[in-house]
């Protein structure tokens, strides 16, 4: 099973300040995704295979990785911006499904 | 729009059994993956099961193999998550979500409101 690392597991910052969001999988994974989840809300696709955005999503928000070590930039924070992140990982052979633990994003 | 819409959880005992079902709506059903997707109270997201979009390959995660099935009605656009010797640490939400792709799982990128499943005596 691979396992994900997210860190830091909160992160307080400010509106307009830069969000940086680590995950590490402890084998190399070639598909990973991130999803931003609000309080009372479903999870929410933002980016897959490291680096795609998801439909409607705001170019604030980049990806990029690889083998291991993977980061979500938000490079300009909005107050909706503030909920919980999780990557997610699959791996072929053998097949694995995983999320990490989440990244709780809080405002300073 | 698309929209996913859960029913079926409930309060259920140590070793009972539930079925949860999920409606869509809003983009052709037939044509994707569906997976089932569960948050334990005050935890975060556990993948449990995939069907791919034709119903024929099935895959669950270790913790509710040989447990929980999944099925699918394209009929209906309905996905199923039959779910049996129900343990405490099942409980949580479970969401129904849509897969990127017709065989999964691989990117999930339509989730459900969810439906709550309390497993106590």
């Known amino acids: 099973e691979v396992l994900l690392t997210q860190s830091p597991p909160t992160l307080s910052l400010s509106p307009g300040e830069r969000a940086t969001l680590s995950c590490r999988a402890s084998?190399?994974?070639?598909?990973l995704a991130w999803y931003q989840h609000r309080p009372g809300q479903s999870p929410r696709l933002l980016i897959y295979?490291?680096?795609n955005r998801a439909a409607g999503i705001p170019a604030r928000f980049s990806g990029s990785g690889s083998g291991t070590d993977f980061t979500l930039t938000i490079s300009s924070l909005e107050p909706e911006d503030f909920a919980v992140y999780y990557c997610?990982?699959?791996?072929?052979?053998?097949?694995?499904?995983?999320f990490g633990q989440g990244t709780k994003l809080q405002i300073k | 729009e698309v929209r996913l819409l859960e029913s079926g959880g409930g309060l259920v005992q140590p070793g009972g059994s539930l079925r949860l079902s999920c409606e869509v709506f809003?983009?052709?059903?037939?044509?994707?993956?569906m997976n089932w997707v569960r948050q334990a109270p005050g935890k975060g997201l556990e993948w449990v099961s995939v069907?791919?979009?034709?119903?024929?390959?099935?895959f669950h995660a270790l913790s509710v193999r040989g447990r929980f099935s999944v099925s699918r009605d394209n009929s209906k656009n309905t996905v199923y998550l039959q779910m049996t010797g129900l343990r405490v640490d099942d409980a949580g939400l479970y969401f129904c979500?849509?897969?990127?792709?017709?065989?999964?799982?691989?990117?999930?990128?339509?989730w459900g409101q969810g439906t709550r499943v309390i497993v106590s005596s």
């Open positions: 997610h990982q699959r791996t072929n052979w053998p097949l694995s499904i995983s």
């Open positions: 979500v849509k897969d990127k792709y017709h065989e999964g799982p691989y990117f999930f990128d339509s």
């Open positions: 069907i791919n979009a034709g119903g024929d390959k099935t």
């Open positions: 084998h190399i994974t070639s598909y």
């Open positions: 295979d490291t680096s």
């Open positions: 809003g983009y052709n059903f037939s044509a994707y993956a």
